[in-house]
Nanobody, 127 residues
Framework: QVDLVESGGGSVQAGGSLRLSCAASGSSVRDYCMAWFRQVPGKEREGVARIGQDGRTVYEETVKGRFTISRNSADNTLLLQMNNLTPEDTGMYYC?????????????????????WGQGTQVTVSS
Protein backbone atom coordinates (compact mmCIF):
# COMPACT_ATOMS: atom_id res chain seq x y z
CA GLN A 1 0.00 0.00 0.00
CA VAL A 2 1.20 3.48 -0.83
CA ASP A 3 1.89 6.14 1.81
CA LEU A 4 1.44 9.79 0.87
CA VAL A 5 2.96 12.96 2.30
CA GLU A 6 1.98 16.39 0.98
CA SER A 7 4.08 19.55 1.09
CA GLY A 8 4.30 22.93 -0.58
CA GLY A 9 1.34 24.73 0.93
CA GLY A 10 1.58 28.25 2.29
CA SER A 11 0.14 31.75 2.26
CA VAL A 12 0.16 33.83 -0.90
CA GLN A 13 -1.60 36.86 -2.28
CA ALA A 14 -4.18 36.62 -5.01
CA GLY A 15 -2.51 36.16 -8.37
CA GLY A 16 0.39 34.24 -6.88
CA SER A 17 1.51 30.67 -7.45
CA LEU A 18 2.24 27.58 -5.38
CA ARG A 19 3.38 24.09 -6.25
CA LEU A 20 2.11 21.26 -4.10
CA SER A 21 3.98 17.99 -3.94
CA CYS A 22 2.79 14.58 -2.78
CA ALA A 23 5.62 12.16 -2.05
CA ALA A 24 4.61 8.53 -2.42
CA SER A 25 6.35 5.54 -0.87
CA GLY A 26 5.59 1.84 -0.94
CA SER A 27 4.18 1.83 -4.47
CA SER A 28 4.52 3.77 -7.70
CA VAL A 29 2.17 6.69 -8.35
CA ARG A 30 1.65 5.15 -11.79
CA ASP A 31 -0.15 2.20 -10.19
CA TYR A 32 -3.01 4.41 -8.96
CA CYS A 33 -5.53 6.90 -10.10
CA MET A 34 -4.23 9.96 -8.25
CA ALA A 35 -6.11 13.12 -7.32
CA TRP A 36 -5.92 16.38 -5.41
CA PHE A 37 -8.87 17.33 -3.26
CA ARG A 38 -9.57 20.54 -1.36
CA GLN A 39 -11.52 20.99 1.85
CA VAL A 40 -12.63 24.06 3.77
CA PRO A 41 -14.18 23.99 7.26
CA GLY A 42 -17.81 22.98 7.24
CA LYS A 43 -17.76 21.64 3.69
CA GLU A 44 -17.12 18.29 2.08
CA ARG A 45 -13.83 17.49 0.42
CA GLU A 46 -14.06 18.39 -3.28
CA GLY A 47 -12.01 17.19 -6.21
CA VAL A 48 -9.68 19.67 -7.88
CA ALA A 49 -7.64 17.62 -10.34
CA ARG A 50 -7.01 13.97 -11.09
CA ILE A 51 -4.75 11.84 -13.27
CA GLY A 52 -5.48 8.27 -14.32
CA GLN A 53 -3.01 5.46 -14.73
CA ASP A 54 -2.84 6.27 -18.44
CA GLY A 55 -1.85 9.85 -17.70
CA ARG A 56 -5.10 11.48 -18.74
CA THR A 57 -6.00 14.48 -16.59
CA VAL A 58 -9.29 16.03 -15.53
CA TYR A 59 -9.83 19.35 -13.73
CA GLU A 60 -12.62 20.90 -11.75
CA GLU A 61 -14.17 23.69 -13.77
CA THR A 62 -12.95 26.64 -11.69
CA VAL A 63 -9.27 25.62 -11.86
CA LYS A 64 -9.05 24.81 -15.56
CA GLY A 65 -6.27 26.79 -17.20
CA ARG A 66 -4.74 27.69 -13.83
CA PHE A 67 -3.82 24.35 -12.22
CA THR A 68 -1.74 21.54 -13.68
CA ILE A 69 -1.52 18.04 -12.22
CA SER A 70 1.42 15.82 -13.13
CA ARG A 71 3.44 12.83 -11.99
CA ASN A 72 7.19 12.65 -11.57
CA SER A 73 8.25 9.02 -11.87
CA ALA A 74 11.89 9.80 -11.07
CA ASP A 75 11.07 10.66 -7.46
CA ASN A 76 7.61 9.07 -7.31
CA THR A 77 5.68 12.25 -6.62
CA LEU A 78 2.37 13.78 -7.61
CA LEU A 79 2.49 17.51 -8.30
CA LEU A 80 -0.05 20.30 -8.50
CA GLN A 81 1.13 23.57 -10.03
CA MET A 82 -1.30 26.31 -9.05
CA ASN A 83 -1.12 29.66 -10.83
CA ASN A 84 -3.19 32.83 -10.64
CA LEU A 85 -4.55 31.82 -7.25
CA THR A 86 -7.72 33.39 -5.88
CA PRO A 87 -9.11 33.53 -2.31
CA GLU A 88 -11.62 30.86 -3.37
CA ASP A 89 -8.69 28.42 -3.75
CA THR A 90 -8.05 28.58 0.00
CA GLY A 91 -8.33 25.27 1.81
CA MET A 92 -6.59 22.15 3.00
CA TYR A 93 -5.31 20.23 0.01
CA TYR A 94 -5.15 16.45 0.16
CA CYS A 95 -3.44 14.01 -2.13
CA UNK A 96 -5.41 10.81 -2.73
CA UNK A 97 -4.64 7.49 -4.39
CA UNK A 98 -7.08 4.84 -5.55
CA UNK A 99 -5.85 1.50 -6.88
CA UNK A 100 -7.87 1.64 -10.10
CA UNK A 101 -6.97 2.68 -13.67
CA UNK A 102 -9.55 5.45 -13.77
CA UNK A 103 -11.52 7.36 -11.16
CA UNK A 104 -14.01 10.19 -10.83
CA UNK A 105 -14.29 12.94 -8.23
CA UNK A 106 -17.77 11.91 -7.22
CA UNK A 107 -16.98 8.25 -6.54
CA UNK A 108 -13.38 8.61 -5.39
CA UNK A 109 -14.20 8.10 -1.73
CA UNK A 110 -17.64 6.53 -1.93
CA UNK A 111 -17.34 3.41 -4.06
CA UNK A 112 -14.94 0.51 -4.51
CA UNK A 113 -11.62 0.32 -2.72
CA UNK A 114 -11.21 3.11 -0.19
CA UNK A 115 -8.67 5.73 -1.23
CA UNK A 116 -5.42 6.38 0.58
CA TRP A 117 -5.03 9.98 1.77
CA GLY A 118 -2.12 12.09 2.85
CA GLN A 119 -2.27 14.35 5.90
CA GLY A 120 -2.96 17.50 3.86
CA THR A 121 -1.22 20.81 3.30
CA GLN A 122 -2.84 24.20 3.92
CA VAL A 123 -3.16 26.78 1.16
CA THR A 124 -4.27 30.30 2.09
CA VAL A 125 -4.82 32.97 -0.56
CA SER A 126 -5.43 36.54 0.56
CA SER A 127 -7.04 39.25 -1.52
Amino acid sequence: QVDLVESGGGSVQAGGSLRLSCAASGSSVRDYCMAWFRQVPGKEREGVARIGQDGRTVYEETVKGRFTISRNSADNTLLLQMNNLTPEDTGMYYCGAKPVPYCTFGTFASTGSPPIWGQGTQVTVSS
